[in-house]
T-cell receptor, first 112, second 114 residues
Framework: RKEVEQDPGPFNVPEGATVAFNCTYS??????FFWYRQDCRKEPKLLMS???SGNEDGRFTAQLNRASQYISLLIRDSKLSDSATYLC?????????????FGTGTRLKVLA | GAGVSQSPSNKVTEKGKDVELRCDPI?????LYWYRQSLGQGLEFLIY????????KSGLPSDRFSAERTGGSVSTLTIQRTQQEDSAVYLC????????????FGEGSRLTVL
């Protein structure tokens, strides 16, 4: 089983639609949680951190359920510019290390 | 520049040759990571440096791979006797002391082994 699992998609949605992505992680000791965005042939960039209480940044809402080891990202009123791959990331502290473990990503394509 | 800088941006080499990839992190960032991303795949952790501590090398796929970080700043990833399956984008990221959690990535080095 992969440490971080995501539906690869692609999700093809019309402009203005609401779309949700899910992610599960296997290690209950995971400490911090993030969504990164990666455009085609570009480096990943932080979209938002994810907190247990849930958090919102404009059209983006992230949720974390530690009991179910589940993270979600909701995008409202999607724009053409939202087309990208969305990477679910968890961090894990170990002896002498602090790793960021990436999911394989969910591709989103917003259609005009 | 203010961001993470990687070089070369593209490298084409023949099977069996050695390659060196360089990463210059954001000034003052103590944590440095190397990842590998094959076509259509996710990011695979390779190695982690934190200050002067011993690095976490647990992600290096074979003993042909090695990395060092001199003076707590610039890092070099070396791949010896390259194989075709080494073809990928090698991404470097750094993180600041305050550990906000955000990794800042370079644009990557695209390696093609013929």
């Amino acid at each position: 089983r992969k440490e971080v699992e995501q539906d690869p998609g692609p999700f093809n949605v019309p402009e203005g639609a609401t779309v949700a992505f899910n992610c599960t992680y296997s290690n209950s000791a995971s400490q911090s949680f993030f969504w990164y965005r990666q455009d085609c042939r570009k480096e990943p960039k932080l979209l938002m951190s994810v907190y247990s209480s849930g958090n919102e940044d404009g059209r983006f809402t992230a949720q974390l359920n530690r009991a179910s080891q589940y993270i979600s990202l909701l995008i409202r009123d999607s724009k053409l510019s939202d087309s990208a791959t969305y990477l679910c990331v968890v961090s894990l502290r170990g002896v002498g290390t602090y790793k960021y473990i990436f999911g394989t990503g969910t591709r989103l394509k917003v259609l005009a | 520049g203010a961001g993470v800088s990687q070089s070369p941006s593209n490298k084409v080499t023949e099977k069996g040759k050695d390659v060196e990839l360089r990463c210059d992190p954001i000034s003052g960032h103590t944590a440095l990571y190397w990842y590998r991303q094959s076509l259509g795949q996710g990011l695979e952790f390779l190695i982690y440096f934190q200050g002067n501590s011993a690095p976490d090398k647990s992600g290096l796929p074979s003993d042909r791979f090695s990395a060092e970080r001199t003076g707590g700043s610039v890092s070099t990833l070396t791949i010896q006797r390259t194989q075709q399956e080494d073809s990928a984008v090698y991404l470097c990221a750094s993180r600041g002391v305050l550990n906000t959690g955000e990794l800042f990535f370079g644009e990557g080095s695209r390696l093609t082994v013929l």
